[in-house]
């Protein structure tokens, strides 16, 4: 049974905070505190006291005020310190500083705030089973898509429901390069580097890229949605690095756009998990999810489908989101981490991904020879793919050394996509294809998904 481990009124007693990471979200914690501290007391009956700080370089200015704040060197010893009821963690990755400085806090007692998704999509389960054991909380609703309240969706608002799929926009970064390349015609690495200088991107940029930190994302949503263990390692994970500007305008031709999905749905195999590039049509809801903006949409039995949209990325709405935790804690509310005791959250079974149904958008780049669009077209035969659409293009840039102007034996862009079928099939077709010689570069693929 999922219930509050700790009940009754809640003390009026200041609750102590210790935030080790003073970064972005740290940082944006603090302002956060200076601009509703008051009004926050008044709404939780006590206030809320930042004792201690931690980070590595005492001297940065933070453009916040640390007056009367311990300063600690160390995480883990902040994780400790007698000062602080609850131990803020917004340093990141998913060993070091991080892990031990929770580690230490849940043993000690210490409820623990966290926006740290690769630490908990890494060591969510033992973690769990830490905080569980010493009856205090492990919250992280700002670790999947920002400042949407996601987590306290699913476990509260969605309590009563099976859930047949969640999937969603939650990587801010990526969603803002995709936007800019779609509407700005904006080269990858420029506006990469514009989502690091806004603070969205995390660390190493190529876990936004490559679909990492949305896959650390899904892998809590999914033990949400399913209640089964963490699985990171059973996420197939591509990311947008592949993107180009022919597939973005082929698919505003087609009526879709292209978002990263971190899609988790229950199959008669088992939980499917994936994150990829997704064509979606452009008049759904998810295609006008648009630059930093995330969206997690889940599909509930009985509440029947949600679509939440917010900010994604960022001080503001990540602060918002620790804030939303910090004040469940203040008002004596304790949950399991994943909603249900660790002794209920049952083993993960993975479906293949080869079993996938979908429609498929392929991109093709062909030697305008004779009998080559025939070669493709048995190929996709002999493995069952019919197809749906069909567009040939002259082709725009040159490969180095061959001739772009529509010469005979240039290679020309074919464009297909397809009715439903299986992954196994389409991979197994575009691996003959390949084959054969007759393509100019490596075949694009993306899922469409059905919404
Ligand atoms: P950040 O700007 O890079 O800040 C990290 C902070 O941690 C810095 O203050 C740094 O200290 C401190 N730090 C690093 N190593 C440390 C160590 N060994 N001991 C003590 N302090 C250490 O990162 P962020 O963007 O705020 O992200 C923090 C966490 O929130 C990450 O888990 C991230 O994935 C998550 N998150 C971020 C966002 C976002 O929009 N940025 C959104 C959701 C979740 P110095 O400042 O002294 O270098
Ligand atoms: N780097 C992450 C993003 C931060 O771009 O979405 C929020 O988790």
């Known amino acids: 049974m999922t219930k509050p481990l700790t009940e009754g009124p809640p003390t009026q007693e200041p609750l ?32 809320i006291e930042v004792t201690a700080v931690c980070a590595r370089d005492k001297t940065k200015d933070r453009g916040v005020c640390l007056d009367g704040m311990s300063w600690y060197d160390d995480a883990a010893k902040l994780a400790l310190a007698e000062e602080i009821d609850v131990f803020v963690e917004l340093i990141g990755g998913e060993e070091g500083a991080a892990r031990s400085s929770v580690e230490a806090a849940l043993k000690a007692g210490k ?36 400042g949407i309240p996601i987590i306290k969706t699913m476990r509260e608002g969605l309590a009563g429901n099976g859930v047949a799929r969640v999937y969603g926009i939650m990587n801010g970064t990526c969603n803002f390069i995709l936007t800019k390349m779609q ?103 998810i295609a006008q999810v648009s630059g930093v903006t995330n969206c997690v949409a889940v599909d509930g039995d009985f509440s029947g489908d949600l679509l939440l949209v917010g900010p994604g990325a960022g001080a503001g709405a990540t602060a918002s989101a620790v804030m939303s935790d910090i004040a469940d804690i203040a008002r004596g509310l304790v949950f399991a ?22 429609a498929y958008y ?36 040159a490969l180095p050394g061959i001739d772009a102007r529509g010469e005979p034996g240039a290679p020309t862009s074919l464009i297909l996509i397809t009715h439903e079928t299986t992954e196994q099939s389409i991979r197994a077709a575009l691996e003959a294809i390949g084959k054969d010689d007759k393509l100019a570069a490596p075949p694009q693929m993306i899922r469409i998904e059905k919404l």
């Open 16 to 47: 102590k905070l210790g935030i080790a990471g003073l970064g972005t979200v740290g940082a944006g914690l603090l302002r956060l505190l200076e601009t509703h501290g008051q009004v926050l007391s008044a709404r939780l009956g006590r206030a």
């Open 111 to 146: 409820h623990v705030v966290t926006a740290n998704k690769a630490l908990l999509a890494h060591h969510g389960n033992e973690l769990a089973l830490l905080a569980e054991e010493n009856n205090v909380a492990l919250n992280f609703e700002a670790a999947v898509a920002g």
């Open 183 to 285: 509407n700005e015609s904006r080269d990858f690495a420029e506006v990469l580097s514009e989502a690091q200088a806004m603070g969205y991107a995390e660390a190493d940029p190529s876990f936004d890229v490559g679909g990492i930190d949305t896959a650390h994302k899904l892998a809590l949503l999914t033990t949400l949605a399913f209640g089964t263990e963490v699985a990171f390692d059973d996420i197939h994970i591509e990311g947008i690095e592949a993107i180009s500007s022919a597939d973005i305008e082929a698919a505003d031709e087609l009526g879709y756009r292209i978002k990263l999905l971190g899609v988790a749905m229950a199959t008669d195999e088992g939980i499917e998990q994936r994150v990829h590039p997704t064509m979606v049509p452009k008049e759904s809801p």
């Open 337 to 358: 981490p994943f909603n249900l005791p660790s002794s209920h959250i049952k083993p993960y079974t993975r479906a293949r991904l080869n079993a996938h149904q979908g």
């Open 362 to 397: 392929i991109r093709l780049s062909v030697f305008d020879k004779p009998g080559a669009m025939a070669a493709i077209a048995t190929h996709l035969g002999e493995q069952g793919v019919s197809l749906e659409s069909i567009v040939q293009r002259r082709p725009r840039a």
